[in-house]
């Protein structure tokens, strides 16, 4: 079985500030991992995945995350934030080759850019 | 467009009553989810189903039943058995044995207690 786990579930950061939300996970075997953004009263977008190949990897709306296999982290970032970023932040792992019903979320980071 | 559309965005039920949300998508997937979102929990998983006429238990289905007549709908029923129903519920839907790249979302349903 895997877990995730989101270290902080709110985020407060000043516009144009750097910004990084932590992932840890853990599994067994080797895993897919996916961050995921919620806006109010919606549902959720992919921003991001890890598959395989570059640990590095990079998403929508200038997103990227790093996978770090030693640490079992894949901790998401962007070096300048803006106020439409506002949203929740969802970590989510699997399992190589399982299907999307054996995805494991995190709780969820809340994320406020403050003007 | 193609999507998926939850409806009602809003839904109010009294004690003791089933309410049905209802989820249709027009992606052509044959596999359809139910997750229930409370804050500060992330999304569970309630029932999934890979294709028509067959679903699954989540983590959480107690309380909560589902059908699959149609490929492109997958409707929930919240039973009177639910005690604690009032959650945000989406319902997602992704080609059958992709991973968590091809989970696309609805938008929800709030389901509050009167």
């Known amino acids: 079985a895997q877990s995730v786990t989101q270290l902080d579930s709110q985020v407060p950061v000043f516009e144009e500030a750097p910004v990084e939300l932590r992932c840890n996970y853990s599994s067994s075997v080797s895993v897919y991992l996916f961050w995921y953004v919620q806006y109010p009263n919606q549902g959720l977008q992919l921003l991001l995945k890890y598959l395989s190949g570059s640990t590095l990897v990079k998403g929508i709306n200038g997103f990227e995350a790093e996978f770090n296999k030693s640490q079992t982290s894949f901790h998401l970032r962007k070096p300048s934030v803006h106020i439409s970023d506002t949203a929740e932040y969802f970590c989510?792992?699997?399992?190589?080759?399982?299907?999307?019903?054996?995805?494991?979320f995190g709780k969820g980071t809340k994320l406020s850019v403050i003007p | 467009d193609g999507g998926i559309t939850q409806s009602p965005k809003y839904l109010f039920r009294k004690e003791g009553q089933n309410v049905t949300l209802s989820c249709e998508q027009n992606l052509n997937h044959d596999a359809m989810y139910w997750y229930r979102q409370d804050p500060g929990q992330g999304l569970r998983l309630i029932y999934y189903s890979q294709i028509v006429n067959d679903f699954q238990k989540g983590d959480i289905a107690e309380g909560y039943s589902v059908s699959r007549e149609k490929k492109e709908s997958f409707p929930l029923t919240v039973t009177s058995a639910q005690k604690n129903p009032t959650a945000f519920y989406l319902c997602?839907?992704?080609?059958?044995?992709?991973?968590?790249?091809?989970?696309?979302f609805g938008s929800g349903t709030q389901l509050s207690v009167l």
């Open positions: 989510a792992v699997s399992t190589s080759g399982a299907g999307s019903y054996q995805l494991t």
């Open positions: 997602a839907s992704s080609p059958r044995g992709a991973s968590g790249e091809k989970l696309f």
